[in-house]
């Protein structure tokens, strides 16, 4: 059973930037594939950047792409999303994923999210 916990959010002036953790424990965090995902008020949950195991493969939503960045920390069990150049329509709870499988639809573990907000 692996457990997530996200961290970092918080209220940002559009433009400005944020750091999300997510630190990992319960399983051998190096064979996960990790991700962050949104989901705004009234929507649904929405897929927002991976990164597999060995941090070697990387795969971002297009509306985050060249902003936001997505990186891991194998040696702590973490999983991190930069994100510059914010805007308002990123405002969201932001969770952490975590499966075994890159192309999984269906993640097997998440953390309980972090809200994120953007005033323009």
């Known amino acids: 059973q692996v457990q997530l916990v996200e961290s970092g959010g918080g209220l940002v002036q559009a433009g400005g930037s944020l750091r999300l953790s997510c630190a990992a424990s319960?399983?051998?965090?190096?064979?996960?594939?990790m991700g962050w995902f949104r989901q705004a008020p009234g929507k649904e949950r929405e897929f927002v950047a991976r990164?597999?195991?060995?941090?070697?493969?990387?795969k971002y939503a297009d509306s985050v792409k060249g902003r936001f960045t997505i990186s891991r920390d194998n040696a702590k069990n973490t999983v991190y999303l930069q994100m510059n150049s914010l805007k308002p329509e990123d405002t969201a709870v932001y969770y952490c994923?975590?499966?075994?499988?890159?192309?999984?639809?269906?993640?097997?573990?998440w953390g309980q999210g972090t809200q994120v907000t953007v005033s323009s």
């Open positions: 990164i597999i195991g060995s941090g070697g493969m990387i």
């Open positions: 319960g399983g051998t965090f190096r064979n996960y594939v």
């Open positions: 994923g975590a499966d075994r499988i890159w192309s999984s639809s269906d993640w097997d573990y």
